[in-house]
């Protein structure tokens, strides 16, 4: 890793086969640590990609991509193992469904000797979630990073749920709430929360994610924006109105604008949180601001900063 890097996003990258209007498949790069990635690099914050790709050419595919949004790469690995593949039909609103294709591909094998022995104190923070935290053994690998790392960085969470034919409902349930409790920042989509907690009101989660042990929690609302909240204050946050083509990659923009703001403040590390509503609002209005503009274009295609209208 560079002495730069000041983001570590640790996850999965793969492609989405999304239909077009004649029903043909057609290859996106994605993966939600793959998307936040990217749109950080894209958001200036220097950025580096923690997963296992594939040597063929949708591998080639991925990484030549991440390069190009200026993703440092050092602590990516390669494998022989297929690109593991998603399925992504869009309803008519745009959102996409997901069916997995995982076995013996290349997004879940990463395991603890691919990860680096120490991370540099530079690293301010460290982001993982979605199918990484579902999948072996890359979720052992990151939780174990996870403990290995608490107290030296910012953790943060993008639940990002997603659930895979034979996969261990329970034991995923329980490592995200083993995470959360690791005083996570945790950022969720109302989708999320109704999984995580299904006799809850998003409101509601967002106190019980606090008390489980999280510094933050975040929750996106689709068309209605955000609410958040730490223990000292709480927010929410609208959108402006968009023409949505899709929204792929929305919640992972989302996710990496928060991580930019805070940095832009020097409030990212250990101690990361916005410590008033009103800093509270601003961050999640960028964050929505960011997500927003993802959404008017096709697949995961997040904003460049000088996209922006003032900035973080």
Do not use: C, K, Q
């Given at each position: 890793m560079t002495d730069r890097a000041r983001a570590l996003i640790c996850g999965e990258a793969l492609i989405d086969l999304v239909p077009d209007s004649d029903g043909r498949l057609q290859p996106h790069p994605g993966g939600g640590p793959f998307n936040t990635a990217r749109a950080l690099a894209r958001l200036g914050v220097p950025t580096a990609f923690l997963g296992r790709l594939s040597s063929d050419p949708f591998g080639k595919l991925l990484s030549g991509q991440l390069a190009a949004d200026g993703v440092d790469l050092s602590t990516t690995s390669w494998g022989d193992e297929p690109t593991t593949l998603a399925i992504a039909p869009l309803d008519r609103g745009g959102a996409a469904t997901y069916s997995f294709y995982v076995d013996g591909t290349s997004a879940p094998y990463l395991t603890a000797e691919m990860v680096p022995a120490e991370l540099g104190a530079e690293v301010a923070v460290l982001h993982m979630g979605t199918l990484g935290l579902l999948l072996e053994p890359i979720a052992r690998t990151l939780e174990s990073l996870a403990e290995r790392e608490r107290g030296r960085h910012l953790l943060m969470l993008d639940l990002n749920i997603r659930t895979v034919r034979g996969a261990d409902q329970d034991t995923y349930r329980a490592r995200l709430l083993r995470l959360i409790s690791m005083d996570a920042l945790v950022k969720a989509s109302d989708d999320d929360v109704a999984w995580l907690y299904p006799e809850l009101t998003a409101e509601a989660a967002v106190d019980r994610i606090l008390d489980a042990g999280a510094r933050a929690a975040l929750v996106t609302l689709g068309a209605e924006g955000a609410i958040g909240a730490t223990r000292r204050c709480r927010?929410?946050?609208?959108?402006?109105?968009?023409?949505?083509?899709?929204?792929?990659?929305?919640?992972?923009?989302?996710?990496?604008?928060?991580?930019?703001?805070?940095?832009?403040?020097?409030?990212?590390?250990?101690?990361?949180?916005p410590s008033s509503d009103a800093e509270l609002e601003a961050m999640l209005r960028f964050a929505c601001q960011v997500g927003a503009l993802t959404c008017t274009r096709p697949g995961a295609d997040p904003p460049w900063r000088e996209e922006l209208t003032g900035g973080p």
């Open positions: 927010a929410r946050a609208h959108p402006s109105e968009v023409a949505v083509v899709d929204t792929i990659g929305a919640g992972d923009a989302f996710g990496a604008a928060v991580v930019a703001w805070l940095l832009e403040h020097g409030s990212a590390g250990v101690a990361a949180v």
